[in-house]
């Protein structure tokens, strides 16, 4: 065989056909978003093999995120699984952010016409998280997560050009003082407590939102604010528990504070989520204080470098979580010229 036809052969071939289609979008879509909210839409341009990445805003949730940054950061965590599906299956992705200032809904066009030279470090265990990655909103054991886990945690989030802080003691106790600041705001807040009642779901419902068994309970004690989605309505709260005395708060940062730090803020979110998973440690988001401007602009620590807070988590251990509903690969996934 002569030496160029042997190089080719060598070179894998990729097929971008439906049935990587349907394995890219679905990991895509089990990315975590505002209110399971999922607001995302997917198109495929054969020519030039770029799946672009859609704003869905009929599934926004306009009361809690007016300016659409929980929008953005819901799409890009989508984004950031969309990689790491693509780099599963063997390409090298090229990821453009924002690419069309004329297309402002069209947040990230992922181009899969490169096969990759060499697998990249950890992709498989990410893949693999992917479908085992869910928001826990009960009570975690109160175990610590390591030192070594939580530095992991935070090169995650470094690799998408964001940073994770690790606030002490005192810092979180403020931090969570906000978060039931907004807490109490978003529960007595005519639209918020609309909006987000008009979230949960029961019985034979659309594959969004958040399913009544997902709610999870309240901190018996107060310490720990997580939100009331029931929005004080009584029947369906669950029984108060008993959640860690000390939780693990984590705080995601950008330097900047645009639409494209908003979407690095989702990649690094679900890089930093999926990594967790990896280590069995689980998590939820604390976003409460991010729905309102003056509250998170107080959650920015003054003896930290300037930024801007994109949101909380909380890291512990317990169980994996059962998973939210999803829309089907094909209800989100428009076929090129639609």
Known sequence: MPDDAHLEAAVPTLALDATALEKLVSA??????????QP??????????TLEVRAA????VPAADPQGRALHISVGAAVLNLRVAARHLGWAPDVRLLPDPAEPDLFAAVRLDTPATAPVPGTEQLYEAIWHRHSIRTPFTGEPVPPAVLDELATAARAEEATL?????????????????AERRNTTDR????ESRDWIRTGDTPPYGIPVAALGPQDLAGRLPMRDFAALRAAEHQAPAVFEHEP???VLTTEHDTPADWLRAGAALE?????????????SL??????????RWETRDPHQRPGFVQMLIRLGYGPEGAPTPRLAAGHVLDQAGD
């Open 28 to 37: 895509a879509v089990a990315a975590p978003s505002i209110h399971n909210s």
């Open 40 to 49: 995302w839409r997917f198109r495929l341009e054969p020519a030039t093999s």
């Open 57 to 60: 805003r009929e599934r926004a």
């Open 165 to 181: 802080h690790l606030p002490d003691h005192e810092e979180t106790s403020r931090l969570l003082q906000l978060t039931a600041e």
């Open 191 to 194: 639209a918020q407590r609309a």
């Open 248 to 250: 693990r708060i984590a």
């Open 271 to 283: 890089h930093v989520l999926l990594t967790a998973t990896v280590h069995g440690v689980r998590a």
């Open 286 to 295: 604390l976003h409460q204080a991010m729905e309102w401007p003056y509250l």
